[in-house]
């Protein structure tokens, strides 16, 4: 068995089957290409699976002369192959060619993306649950019960580095969740950004986002803020953002977070999807969701980037849901009306808490204060109203308020009156500054 931690590139044959039309290779296509390859040919066919191949027997021996014509260094193939298809189509193809199959083939673009610790670790546990079935079919049951005690067995080796992974994982899922808790005793609000790939999220968040200079004076900034970054790209490439980069921005004089995660691609193996525990973890933890999608796609990849979007949101998202339309700007009235219609549609069967659409370009910022607006809206919120006596310390509360919400305050001869809103835990704590003011009481607290 051909196994890499990373790809090397080279010439490539695309191959995919389709039970229903015939295939669309644009996407993998632009996946290999990020992968280094340099497509040189295509196999495609429109029929059921075949239990061997995928492909019927003689579209595979179709594919292994193009192959052969071509001198290509490598199959990509768009779909999930079993070990025992990827056996079998492998011993088909000329000595040293290297089959692909679309999974793999992302978590390989993710690992030359991957810069982080957690990035870095995730990736590698996704590829060894994913080489594991294939370590075991390639070994064969006989050869696995004569190899169980030994130590240079590969697939007792996968598993033991599996288990490590996983443990350290959980370590690093721990010190985000830290992080998070922190930001949160600190007055800010989280806005997670989650979306397929190449939907325009990264020029989002520059879009929303204040200066992300750090406090100068907070000693641990460093530590507690390593994923605040100065900046984002926004190349317009698949899997451009591959960490979950955090800025600052102000909405409705709300402090928030934005999260920007790994896109989302379609047909992914649950079980892999989960390995990228840093961008649900995030997603479950957003006070709101931005569920980015790109408007100009046609319906049918419209629809079904939706659908990958919703699958994940569904299951994680704890807090509202906000579809975001983006690049709205590429489409006309007509457009942008089959663009809303199909959202709404796939969104209509989703568990999550969904609110309105809001149609953007992220680009030039059409819209973007309409989202702002509904960020604001969907964000959990609590009142209160204070009177305070004059005082220097009424002044720092005053002054502490401003900072961790929305105010507005009228400054009488003997007292200071002031109303609040923000997020709930944030209001409680005023309430209780202001109560230690007035001797146990408020006014109108709300």
């Known amino acids: 068995m051909n196994t890499r931690d990373r790809l090397t590139g080279g010439r490539a044959v695309v191959a995919a089957r389709d039970a229903d039309s ?10 290999a290409a990020a992968a280094g390859y340099d497509v040189v040919g295509e196999v495609t066919q429109r029929r059921t699976e075949d239990l061997r191949y995928d492909l019927g027997a003689g579209k595979a021996r179709d594919l292994a002369a193009t192959v052969a014509d071509a001198d290509a260094d490598a199959v990509v193939y ?9 056996a079998d189509l492998l011993d088909l ?4 060619t290297t089959l692909v199959d679309r999974y793999r083939l992302v978590l390989d673009v ?55 992974l996983e443990a350290k994982l959980d370590d690093l899922a721990d010190a985000a969740a830290d ?6 005793e600190e007055g800010f609000d989280l806005v ?3 979306g397929y790939t190449n939907a325009g999220k990264s020029t989002l968040l520059r879009r929303l986002a204040d200066d992300l200079t750090l406090d100068p004076t907070d000693p641990d900034g460093a530590s507690r803020h390593a994923d605040l970054a100065d900046s984002a790209s926004v190349e317009d490439r698949l899997f451009e953002t591959l960490e979950t980069t955090t800025r600052r921005a102000t909405l409705g004089g709300r402090r928030v977070l934005l999260t920007d995660t790994v896109g989302l691609v379609a047909d992914l193996p649950h079980d892999l999807v989960r390995s990228f525990s840093a961008t649900l973890d995030e997603v479950a933890a957003g006070d709101v969701v931005l569920a980015v999608v790109d408007a100009s796609a046609d319906d049918r990849r419209l629809r079904r980037r939706v659908e990958t979007t919703v699958e994940v949101l569904a299951g994680d998202a704890t807090g509202p849901v906000v579809p975001v339309l983006n690049k709205v700007d590429r489409l006309d009235e007509a457009g942008r009306a089959a663009a809303e219609a199909v959202v709404a549609d796939v969104l209509g069967d989703s568990d999550a808490d969904v609110r309105d659409t809001v149609a953007i ?21 609590a009142t209160a109203a204070f009177t305070l006596p004059m005082s220097g310390e009424a002044q720092a509360l005053v002054s502490w308020i401003y900072e961790h919400g929305d105010a507005a305050v009228e400054y009488g001869p003997e007292t200071v009156e002031v109303r609040f809103s923000g997020k709930p ?19 109108g607290a709300t």
């Open 425 to 443: 835990s944030v209001v409680a704590e005023a309430r209780r500054r202001a109560i230690d003011l007035r001797d146990g009481t408020t006014d």
């Open 179 to 184: 992080r998070r808790e922190r930001r949160r």
């Open 192 to 194: 997670t950004l989650a």
């Open 361 to 381: 370009s992220a680009l030039d910022g059409a819209g973007v204060d309409d989202l702002r607006a509904a960020v604001r809206s969907a964000l959990p919120d």
């Open 78 to 86: 768009d779909g999930e192959l079993s070990p025992g298809q990827y």
């Open 110 to 164: 993710f690992a030359e993306g991957a810069g982080s610790a957690a990035a870095r670790t995730q990736v590698r546990l996704a590829t060894l649950r994913y080489e594991l079935p294939r370590l075991e079919r390639m070994e064969g049951e006989s050869a696995l019960n004569r190899k169980v005690f030994e130590k240079g067995s590969p697939v007792l080796d996968a598993r033991r580095r599996i288990d490590d």
């Open 93 to 96: 193809f000329p000595a040293g």
């Open 22 to 31: 015939t295939p669309d290779t644009t996407e993998i296509r632009r996946l």
